[in-house]
């Protein structure tokens, strides 16, 4: 069974804003036995092989190179643009990043957890992705594109958060 489970959204969750706004929202969970701060995990997400792969796109596809100097200084909090994303909220334990067309968001949160006394750190990841207007109709909605790439996205979400805790586990052996 996979260590990463899709959840509901936390009520503390920046993330939360976009629930009930016709908007695709989703949110995933794990769990790590340590205390893992916030710039550790947002660092770990961003330098993971996986999204290393998906920098590479960026760079080549929208002309939005990044480096993992970059991924920790946006951990540290010390630059507000990273690849095609941009900060659109932060607080101690969480991120919301907008993409640079402010369609999506992205999402990473940590949180502490004390069981037996042992630590504990569940990591959250989720996405928003923003409906548009659609001129004829007049109504707002995902696209024909964004619903058939909802299906893959779930999958990567997962796959994203699961490198992620990986490589945060690796770095404590």
Request: glycine share 6%.
């Amino acid at each position: 069974m996979s260590p990463v489970r899709s959840t509901p959204i936390p009520v503390s969750a920046l993330l939360r804003q976009y629930l009930g706004s016709g908007a695709y929202t989703d949110c995933y969970s794990t769990e790590i036995a340590a205390a893992v701060s916030l710039e550790q995990y947002v660092t770990a997400f961003y330098t993971t092989p996986v999204f290393k792969l998906e920098r590479q796109i960026l760079k080549w596809s929208v002309s939005r190179p990044s480096t993992d100097d970059q991924a920790r200084a946006l951990a540290r909090g010390t630059i507000d643009t990273f690849a095609a994303w941009h900060v659109e909220s932060r607080r101690d334990d969480q991120l919301l990043l907008r993409d640079y067309q402010g369609r999506t968001r992205s999402w990473l949160m940590v949180a502490p957890r004390a069981t037996d006394g042992s630590e504990r750190t569940r990591l959250y990841f989720g996405s928003a992705v923003v409906p548009v207007r659609n001129p004829k109709a007049g109504t707002a909605e995902l696209g024909s594109v964004v619903n058939a790439l909802l299906g893959f996205h779930r999958i990567y979400s997962v796959v994203l958060l699961y490198a992620a805790r990986s490589r945060l586990r690796a770095r404590r052996s």
